[in-house]
C-alpha cells in the first residue's frame, strides 16, 4: 500500500513542471536577436497595436510583408511574434519588455499550435496558458482592446489528430471573449474547404506556416477591427 501511496506522489511531482509549464513564463525562447530588437522598440514607445504569437505571427515580417504592409502599413504596431513560441514564451516576452513604455489601443493573439505539437500540451493547458497571458495583458494595459484569436488549423486533412485538440482549445478560448476588453474570432475558419481540408494555397506545402494568400486572408478578417480600435 505504502509503495503505491509514494508512486502517486512521484508520478505527480513529475507531472507538475508539464502541468504548469504553459501558465509560467519560460526564457527559452529562440530568434533572441529579434526579441531585442523588438524589446526596443517598445522601449520607443508611440505603439498602437502589439501582435504576439509564434512563427506563424513572426511570418508577418517575412512571408506576410507585403500584405503586412497592405493592411497595417498605416499602424504604429510592434509584432512581438516569435517563432516556436509557446504560451509560457509568450508570458516571457511580456515581462521582458518595459509594458509601462507603450500604451497600445489594441492586442492580437494568437498562440498555442507549438504547445500542441512541440509540447504535448491538452486543450485545457493551452486555454490555462492563453488565459494568464490574458490577465498579464489587461494588468499591463487595462485600456487596451484585446483580438484574441483562435488557434489556426493545421494540417491537409480534418482526420489530423490535432484538429480535434484544436476545436476544443477554440472552444474554450471564446469563452474568455466579453464584449468590452476581450473578443475572439477564428479567421482560420476561412482557410478551410467546404470538406474540411486545407486549402493548398494558405500554407507554404506544410498546411501550418502560411503563404502571402493566407496572411492576405488573415489581414482582410482582422484589419476592419483593429483599424477601428486605433482610429
Not at 15 to 32: G, M, V
Not at 71 to 86: A, I, K, S
Not at 136 to 144: L, S
Request: with cysteine; hydrophobic share 45%; charged share 20%.
Amino acid at each position: 500500500m505504502k509503495t503505491t501511496f509514494y508512486a502517486l506522489i512521484l508520478a505527480l511531482f513529475i507531472s507538475l513542471p508539464t502541468a504548469f509549464a504553459q501558465t509560467t513564463a519560460e526564457p527559452d525562447i529562440h530568434h533572441a536577436d529579434r526579441f531585442a530588437q523588438k524589446a526596443e522598440i517598445v522601449k520607443g514607445g508611440n505603439i498602437d497595436v502589439v501582435f504576439l504569437g509564434d512563427s506563424i505571427t513572426h511570418f508577418w515580417d517575412e512571408a506576410g510583408k507585403a500584405e503586412l504592409e497592405k493592411y497595417f502599413g498605416d499602424l504604429r504596431l510592434v509584432n512581438l511574434g516569435l517563432g516556436w513560441n509557446c504560451t509560457q514564451h509568450v508570458l516571457w516576452e511580456l515581462e521582458n519588455i518595459d509594458p509601462k513604455a507603450i500604451s497600445p489601443k489594441a492586442v492580437m493573439i494568437m498562440i498555442g499550435t507549438n504547445n500542441i505539437g512541440n509540447k504535448g500540451h491538452s486543450a485545457e493547458q493551452v486555454i490555462a496558458g492563453n488565459e494568464a497571458i490574458l490577465k498579464k495583458v489587461r494588468a499591463f494595459w487595462p485600456d487596451a482592446k484585446i483580438l484574441l484569436l483562435g488557434v489556426f488549423p493545421r494540417g491537409k486533412e480534418p482526420t489530423n489528430p490535432h484538429r480535434a485538440t484544436i476545436k476544443a482549445i477554440n472552444a474554450g478560448l471564446e469563452k474568455f471573449a466579453d464584449g468590452e476588453h476581450i473578443f475572439f474570432m477564428n479567421p482560420g475558419l476561412v482557410f478551410l474547404n467546404p470538406d474540411g481540408t486545407m486549402r493548398d494555397e494558405i500554407t507554404r506545402g506544410d498546411y501550418l506556416h502560411l503563404s502571402p494568400t493566407g496572411y492576405d486572408e488573415w489581414g482582410k478578417a482582422v484589419s476592419p477591427i483593429l483599424h477601428e480600435w486605433v482610429k
